[in-house]
Every structure is written in C-alpha cells, then in structure tokens.
Nanobody, 127 residues
C-alpha cells in the first residue's frame, strides 16, 4: 500500500504562486508515475500534470502549460507542483496520484490509470 499526503494549498491572490508537495509513505514510489489532478465544485476531476517514474518525461494540461511545473525527488519519496501566475479558474482541490501500470503517454491523463490517491489540498485563487 502507498499513502499519499498533499500539502501546500491555501488562499492566494490572482497572479500569485504556490508550491504543493505530495509525500508518499508505505513503500517507495520511485518506480511509480506520479500525477496531479484537480476538482472544482460541481466539476469532474481533471488532469493537471504528471511525471514519469524517472522524471524524464512530463505531461501538462493545456490550461497550465507555461505556468505549472511538476518535479519529483525520489530520494524523498516526494513530488512537487510549482504553480505560478495563478488564475481564479485554478481554484480547486488538488489531488496527488501514483500509478505503477502507466504504459503509454495517453495513460498519464486518465484518472483510472492511477492506483493510489491522496486526500487532496484546497487551492483558492482570489480575483
């Protein structure tokens, strides 16, 4: 089993920055792909970005390209999401996910491809 705990959320004005962290425990996730998803009230959970187990490949939703950066530190069993130039439409609960079975690039954006999920951290961007 893998437990994922997100942190770093909060309230920030538009144009501001936040850095989310996701710490894994229970087993090492160094061989797991890691992703961030978000869910706004009344909306479906949507893909934000993801990173391969090695860190060699990253994937971003069009809505966050150029503003968000995903990274990982396998020695610390941690994945990060640096969010810059935040917009009110970025307001959502952000979830970290870990997946062992992702095989192709298109898998990274699919929630069902991931095996473990965190409880989420709230990000609110004020206008």
């Amino acid at each position: 089993q893998v437990q994922l705990v997100e942190s770093g959320g909060g309230l920030v004005p538009a144009g501001g920055s936040l850095r989310l962290s996701c710490v894994a425990s229970g087993r090492t996730v160094s061989r797991y792909a890691m992703g961030w998803f978000r869910q706004a009230p009344g909306k479906d959970r949507e893909f934000v970005d993801a990173i391969s187990w090695s860190g060699g490949s990253t994937y971003y939703a069009d809505s966050v390209k150029g503003r968000f950066t995903i990274s990982r530190d396998n020695a610390k069993n941690t994945v990060y999401l640096q969010m810059n130039s935040l917009l009110p439409e970025d307001t959502a609960v952000y979830y970290c996910a870990a997946g062992f079975r992702l095989a192709v690039a298109s898998d990274y954006g699919r929630p069902y491809a991931y095996d473990y999920w965190g409880q989420g951290t709230q990000v609110t961007v004020s206008s």
